[in-house]
């Protein structure tokens, strides 16, 4: 189907342990980012791509690592999970470079770490 | 830097009733802005949006207008639906330095609406 997924939609890890979180989009949008969503915070930016091969840091990108091979590709990697990384995570995607271009956002993945 | 701040939640209302969500920003420049609505357990997915001044975005009985004056882009609908209840953000756009561009989002305001 086309559109934007996500996967898993549901993480349950424990902490210290390494875990990546995927999300593809079918539309060939340049721009990608990850945010998460936590009570009280709204949304952060984790890290975003303005290409394939091209990726920069967000407001929160500690203890989070991205990369982009592929331009529909743009998994998220918790190196070494800890609590505080316990949240909604979300993917979007943007087709253009100008800033009236809306995000389409993926369902989320919910990642819990005990 | 630049900023958005929306009205603190949640807006309870009935049916029927007339809503406005207030948003207000900061930005160096000219930025487009956007509203933004999740519904529980979905993601954000576009409502409305505006990319200059006097611009009225308008979408499902929704309406937006950007005031460069005010810096404001406050949303209103003149009859709400249990539907509608959910978390509504506002979010604006501008290009960095170097062509790219970061959306900056409000942190939501949650909208229950009773029958």
């Known amino acids: 189907d086309a559109g934007i997924t996500q996967s898993p939609r549901y993480k349950i890890t424990e902490t210290g342990r390494q875990v990546t979180l995927m999300c593809h989009q079918t539309?060939?949008?340049?721009?990608m980012f990850w945010y998460r969503q936590d009570l009280g915070h709204g949304l952060r930016l984790i890290y975003y791509s303005a290409a394939a091969d091209i990726t920069d840091k967000g407001e929160v990108p500690d203890g989070y690592v991205v990369s982009r091979s592929k331009t529909e590709n743009f998994p998220l990697t918790l190196e070494s999970a800890t609590r505080s990384q316990t949240s909604v995570y979300f993917c979007?995607?943007?087709?253009?470079?100008?800033?009236?271009?809306?995000?389409?956002f993926g369902p989320g993945t919910r990642l819990t770490v005990t | 830097g630049d900023s958005v701040t929306q009205m603190e939640g949640p807006v309870t209302l009935s049916e029927e009733a007339f809503l406005t969500i207030n948003c207000t920003y900061t930005?160096?420049?000219?930025?487009?802005l956007f509203w933004y609505v999740q519904y529980p357990g979905e993601g954000l997915q576009l409502l409305l949006k505006a990319t200059k001044a006097d611009d009225k975005g308008s979408n499902k009985g929704f309406e937006a207008t950007y005031r460069k004056e005010t810096t404001s882009f406050h949303l209103e609908k003149g009859s709400v639906q249990v539907s509608d209840s959910a978390v509504y953000f506002c979010a604006l756009s501008l290009p960095l330095s170097g062509g790219s561009y970061i959306p900056t989002f409000g942190r939501g305001t949650s909208l229950i609406v009773h029958p």
């Open positions: 979007a995607s943007s087709q253009g470079q100008g800033a009236s271009y809306e995000q389409y």
């Open positions: 930005a160096t420049g000219y930025p487009s």
């Open positions: 539309w060939s949008h340049s721009y």
